[in-house]
């Protein structure tokens, strides 16, 4: 096994840290820190299900974290909340679990072309494998869920749909409310799932105003802790329990309960609803002005996605013709900006985003696409320093390329 | 309706930790920008692969590499293993060049991860194709040069040929 440390030793010092990669990981904010450290080893670190007091701490935690964050959503009670170690965990809590608690009403299931992968995996490989069909439905060129062809999907056979209320890659706020009518419609004996990962903290999120079943929310998304998410689930919705294992506090995902992440979750929601639209106007302005710097200073670059009210306020994502996405990550974490690129390589061939496929972008747009996210903590000067450093990192890939 | 990538291709994100030389030939390339006036060059890959390397050889009489370079098209190993490449031929008889593997590149580089192995295949295929090229061109395949193509010429064409089937894939929607 290879060592990192040599690269880091050879990576060298650089001039100014823009860490704009929480689309895959996030610096923990240093309050959120703060408040999850005394439930450690200081407070509260029994099992919230025994009858002692380091238990009941526990449970007063577990029950104050719930309630909170079932507030932010506009949920009715905090037995709605159900905490599972990671949003992927909570995506496949819903969508395996919906399906078996509804396997007697039928076997169809309907998502779009563009899901997260712990969504879209789930519906390539478990689904299909204990018996249910999945169809996907094609999104426009900016990402948004064609409903005729939506609508021509659903049927009363279908028993759960999941529709993402924002792109984890190219932003798209879907128009949720529609989709969810449409649904209530057209299949009657379907769930709605939707995964909120990137909504959450980020565009205004009612449960109650949406009359979605279930939702997937992140902690990391918003610089809460990693190791922790939650699935929202309306009361009187039944979703089977997919793992097994002692009960705690919750039922539907077994195990002893992580206070300390839920703690700090809670924590990270609390600072983000706290100046929620402030903050909002704050990484809007930061992201156009990303998006107008890097598209007005470098030719032959394309956003991915919508533009303006329909975008997530946190997400850019641009493709650099002529570049590869891997080498411009490296190359611009040479001069300390941190970003992702959809591309990955596989054992033959470098494999595009199925997001950016689905939007209709060609294999060599997609493979140029860096994702960019903007924090509510960022500064004008991260993203002039950005602005500053990406234009040479391009031009000289596109100097070592023969296209 | 909409077709998938076959399974055992999606990406793994296995960590990709390069060895010192890699990061330093894709930070400081070697022998890196075009020739017009080679005797002979050659691509491999295609931007849809997203790995594309040129391959541009100025040639003796002797038949000697006197001068190689590369642009590539790629990620940081697809970089490095051309440039490495380069300086492996240069001042040796096309013969000797073309003994070359993707295995002798890898060596070189200290090693890729495994998902990397195709950016050496892809460098040897573009200095292989680029110097049967060249004795085609003279109209006589010298008796070190197989009728047919070698691992790491047919893999460049597989790798073309697979990007080419699955962009098709993606459009039928």
């Known amino acids: 096994m290879r060592s990192a440390?040599?690269?880091?030793?050879?990576?060298?010092?650089?001039?100014?840290?823009?860490?704009?990669?929480?689309?895959?990981?996030?610096?923990?904010?240093?309050?959120?820190?703060?408040?999850?450290?005394?439930?450690?080893?200081?407070?509260?670190?029994?099992?919230?299900?025994?009858?002692?007091?380091?238990?009941w701490e526990a449970y007063e935690a577990v029950m104050e974290a719930s309630q909170r964050m079932a507030s932010y959503i506009g949920a009715s009670s905090p037995e709605e909340i159900n905490f599972t170690n990671s949003e992927t965990e909570a995506n496949n809590l819903a969508l395996l679990g919906g399906c078996i608690a509804n396997k007697?009403?039928?076997?169809?299931?309907?998502?779009?072309?563009?899901?997260?992968?712990?969504?879209?995996?789930?519906?390539?490989?478990?689904?299909?494998k204990i018996g249910f069909n999945v169809i996907k439905v094609p999104v426009n060129e900016e990402g948004f869920v064609i409903q005729e062809r939506f609508e021509e999907a659903l049927d009363k056979g279908t028993i759960l749909v999941s529709i993402?209320?924002?792109?984890?890659?190219?932003?798209?706020?879907?128009?949720?409310?529609?989709?969810?009518e449409i649904v209530r419609?057209?299949?009657?004996?379907?769930?709605?799932?939707?995964?909120?990962?990137?909504?959450?903290?980020?565009?205004?999120?009612?449960?109650?105003?949406?009359?979605?079943?279930?939702?997937?929310?992140?902690?990391?998304?918003?610089q809460g802790p990693r190791g922790i998410g939650a699935l929202y689930v309306k009361e009187g919705v039944?979703?089977?329990?997919?793992?097994?294992?002692?009960?705690?506090?919750?039922t539907l995902w077994p195990g002893l309960e992580n206070v300390p992440a839920m703690v700090g979750f809670q924590k990270a929601s609390e600072i983000a609803f706290k100046n929620f639209d402030e903050d909002v106007s704050h990484m809007r302005r930061l992201r156009d002005k990303l998006i107008d710097g890097i598209l007005s200073s470098i030719k032959d670059a394309l956003l991915?996605?919508?533009?303006?009210?329909?975008?997530?306020?946190?997400?850019?994502?641009?493709?650099?013709?002529?570049?590869?996405?891997?080498?411009?990550?490296?190359?611009?974490?040479?001069?300390?900006?941190?970003?992702?690129?959809?591309s990955a390589c596989?054992?033959?061939?470098?494999?595009?985003?199925?997001?950016?496929?689905?939007?209709?972008?060609?294999?060599?747009?997609?493979?140029?696409?860096?994702?960019?996210?903007?924090?509510?903590?960022?500064?004008?000067?991260?993203?002039?320093?950005?602005?500053?450093?990406?234009?040479?990192?391009?031009?000289?890939?596109?100097?070592?390329?023969?296209? | 309706m909409f077709e998938e990538f076959p399974y055992e291709e999606l990406p793994s994100r296995v960590p990709l930790l390069y060895g010192r030389k890699v990061l330093e030939l894709f930070r400081n390339p070697k022998n890196?920008?075009?020739?017009?006036?080679?005797?002979?060059?050659?691509?491999?890959?295609?931007?849809v692969c997203g790995d594309m390397i040129a391959m541009y050889l100025k040639i003796s009489d002797e038949e000697v590499v006197e001068k190689a370079k590369f642009e590539s098209y790629g990620c940081a190993a697809n970089i490095a293993a051309a440039s490495i490449l380069t300086e492996m031929i240069t001042d040796k008889k096309l013969e000797e060049a073309w003994k070359i593997s993707w295995r002798d590149v890898t060596k070189e580089l200290g090693g890729l991860p495994s998902v990397k192995y195709h950016c050496g295949v892809l460098a040897v295929g573009a200095l292989r194709r680029a110097i049967r090229n060249y004795h085609e061109r003279k109209g006589k395949l010298p008796d070190w040069i197989p009728k047919g193509e070698t691992l790491e010429e047919k893999q460049a064409l597989e790798e073309e040929e697979l990007a080419k089937v699955l962009s098709k894939r993606f459009k039928l929607e």
């Open chain 1, 5 to 55: 440390k040599e690269l880091i030793e050879a990576h060298g010092p650089v001039e100014r840290d823009v860490y704009l990669d929480l689309e895959n990981s996030s610096p923990v904010l240093p309050e959120v820190v703060e408040a999850m450290l005394p439930y450690f080893n200081e407070r509260a670190f029994g099992s919230p299900t025994i009858t002692h007091k380091l238990g």
């Open chain 1, 104 to 128: 007697d009403k039928g076997f169809k299931v309907v998502v779009s072309t563009a899901e997260p992968l712990s969504v879209d995996f789930p519906c390539r490989a478990l689904l299909p």
């Open chain 1, 164 to 180: 993402a209320a924002v792109n984890h890659e190219i932003g798209t706020i879907q128009s949720l409310k529609e989709l969810v």
């Open chain 1, 185 to 222: 419609d057209k299949a009657p004996n379907a769930l709605f799932h939707t995964d909120a990962s990137d909504a959450y903290g980020r565009v205004p999120f009612n449960i109650k105003e949406l009359d979605v079943d279930l939702a997937t929310l992140s902690s990391y998304k918003i």
């Open chain 1, 238 to 250: 039944k979703v089977e329990r997919i793992i097994e294992g002692q009960m705690g506090t919750q």
């Open chain 1, 304 to 342: 991915n996605g919508p533009k303006g009210d329909r975008r997530a306020p946190d997400n850019v994502n641009v493709s650099f013709l002529r570049c590869v996405g891997e080498a411009l990550t490296m190359e611009l974490s040479f001069k300390g900006v941190y970003v992702s690129t959809g």
């Open chain 1, 346 to 403: 596989t054992r033959r061939i470098t494999l595009p985003s199925h997001v950016l496929m689905a939007i209709g972008r060609r294999h060599e747009e997609a493979h140029g696409s860096i994702l960019m996210k903007i924090s509510r903590r960022h500064t004008d000067e991260d993203i002039s320093y950005v602005l500053k450093v990406l234009p040479e990192a391009v031009e000289r890939l596109r100097s070592i390329s023969p296209a």
């Open chain 2, 32 to 47: 890196l920008g075009r020739m017009d006036d080679a005797d002979a060059m050659a691509y491999a890959g295609s931007p």
